[in-house]
């Protein structure tokens, strides 16, 4: 089991900037794929970034392609989301999620935390 649990989501202007973290316990950080999901209310939950295990390798949304950037240290099981230049539309709670695979099925989840970006 690994259990995740998100920080640093707040209320934010259009324009600035937000780092979520994620602290992971539990069984080996190190060997799982990370991912940063974000469900906008009456919208569907969709991937924003994710990363392999090495931290070798990343993969991100189009709509947040030069503005978020993922991020990990395994050393502290630990997973980052810095994010710039938001825009109101990137109001969603984000979820952190562990799994096998970076482009796969994702096991483990947080509880979540809510990013609102005021225009």
């Known amino acids: 089991q690994v259990q995740l649990v998100e920080s640093g989501g707040g209320l934010v202007q259009a324009g600035g900037s937000l780092r979520l973290s994620c602290a992971a316990s539990?069984?080996?950080?190190?060997?799982?794929?990370m991912g940063w999901f974000r469900q906008a209310p009456g919208k569907e939950r969709e991937l924003v970034a994710a990363?392999?295990?090495?931290?070798?390798?990343?993969l991100y949304a189009d709509s947040v392609k030069g503005r978020f950037t993922i991020s990990r240290d395994n050393a502290k099981d630990a997973v980052y989301l810095q994010m710039n230049s938001l825009k109101p539309e990137d109001t969603a709670v984000y979820y952190c999620?562990?799994?096998?695979?970076?482009?796969?099925?994702?096991?483990?989840w947080g509880q979540g935390t809510q990013v609102t970006v005021s225009s």
């Open positions: 999620a562990a799994g096998q695979k970076m482009r796969g099925e994702y096991t483990y």
């Open positions: 539990g069984r080996t950080f190190s060997s799982l794929s």
């Open positions: 990363t392999t295990w090495t931290g070798g390798s990343t």
